[in-house]
């Protein structure tokens, strides 16, 4: 079974630019997460999505924004990117909301804010 | 809300037996995970434990008490490849948002 998948997998933006990210989960699994990792700050929790609808939310502000489409791909947005922004965003899938469904991880994709 | 506290470094020696560990304060507990990451790649999982106990899976094992607010991993027979970041999550309870809460990571380092 293919795992979770992620694009870009790097990409230079410029301050005040927007992005968005995408997520292929786990094929079945119907949750998808967003992290943000940062040397100083670890993995932030962004939000979770199940079944086209945000089920949790972090402490981020309101320029990060995402969705899930029906086949349980999602994709996340930012807007008016700050250099504070350069981070490795993560995305992880699980095949359902039960908190022993255990969470699989894509490769990442590496942002660059300039 | 939710604290978790690890190590910030380790090292240990090829062959030996490392103990992370890793405590917590949360609005109710629901489970505790291990990952492995290494650098520039997405952490993979290791364990799982809700329960009081030790869990054990090959060369890697895990023990968690509740009551403690403690858990640690446990690695045999170290070999260079085990050379990464070592991070716990915590998922509260559902009432209490139940997303999954990182610890910042343990930075273990393998040497012959």
């Known amino acids: 079974k293919a795992g979770v998948t992620q694009t870009p997998r790097y990409l230079i933006k410029t301050r005040g630019q927007q992005v968005t990210l995408s997520c292929s989960p786990i094929?079945?699994?119907?949750?998808v997460s967003w992290y943000q990792q940062t040397p100083g700050q670890g993995l932030q929790f962004l939000f979770e999505?199940?079944?086209?609808?945000?089920?949790n939310k972090g402490n981020f502000p309101g320029r990060f924004s995402g969705r899930q489409f029906s086949n349980s791909r999602s994709e996340m947005n930012v807007s008016t990117l700050e250099l504070g922004d350069s981070a490795l965003y993560l995305c992880a899938s699980r095949s359902g909301v039960a908190a022993t469904d255990t969470q699989y991880f894509g490769p990442g994709t590496r942002l660059t804010v300039l | 809300g939710q604290n978790i506290d690890q190590p910030t470094e380790m090292t240990a020696t090829e062959g030996a037996i490392v103990q992370i560990n890793c405590t917590y304060q949360?609005?109710?507990?629901?489970?505790l995970f291990w990952y492995q990451q290494h650098a520039g790649e997405a952490p993979t999982f290791l364990s799982y434990n809700v329960l009081d106990g030790l869990e054990e899976k090959g060369r890697f094992s895990s023990f968690l008490s509740r009551s403690k607010g403690y858990s640690y991993l446990l690695l045999k027979e170290l070999q260079m490849k085990d050379s990464a970041s070592y991070l716990c999550a915590v998922r509260p309870l559902r009432s209490s948002g139940d997303k999954l809460t990182f610890g910042t990571g343990t930075r273990l380092a393998v040497r012959p």
């Open positions: 999505y199940f079944s086209e609808t945000q089920r």
């Open positions: 094929s079945g699994h119907r949750s």
């Open positions: 949360t609005s109710g507990f629901n489970g």
